[in-house]
């Protein structure tokens, strides 16, 4: 399987859509890439429509939440493996209003620290 995302952007796919990765060799899992703007972006949270509780105990954040199609929360758990590496990884936040007015920001730094870390976000 690819490691990410943006593996699969590079070898040409440009759906998004549900994908298998493996990012660091541990075990693969399913991720909802995002291919548009440059693509190979891995989505960690989704909220559209208050079909999920987001009102939840640590361990289902650290685990992860959802469904993939849907609204979902990945989890720190997997959020970890895939920016752990020494390779740069790049966070991208979007936001709408209900007037569907966006905003987004972009970091070229992003990681997320290991459980034993507090799973401590990092960027700069």
């Not at 298998?20 to 541990?26: A, L, M, S």
């Not at 752990?84 to 730094?109: C, E, G, P």
């Amino acid at each position: 399987p690819q490691q990410s995302c943006a593996s699969f952007y590079g070898s040409g796919e440009r759906e998004d859509g549900v994908y298998t990765i493996d990012p660091d060799g541990f075990g693969t899992f399913k991720v909802w890439c995002d291919m548009q703007d440059g693509g190979g972006w891995t989505v960690f949270q989704r909220r559209q429509d208050g079909s999920v509780d987001f009102y939840r105990g640590w361990s289902d954040y650290k685990v992860g939440f959802g469904n993939l199609t849907g609204e979902f929360w990945l989890g720190l758990d997997k959020i970890h493996r895939l920016t752990k590496s020494t390779t740069q990884s790049f966070l991208r936040i979007d936001m709408w209003d209900f007037n569907v007015t966006h905003a987004h920001a972009k970091y070229k730094n992003f990681c997320v620290a290991s459980e034993s870390d507090g799973y401590k976000t990092k960027h700069w």
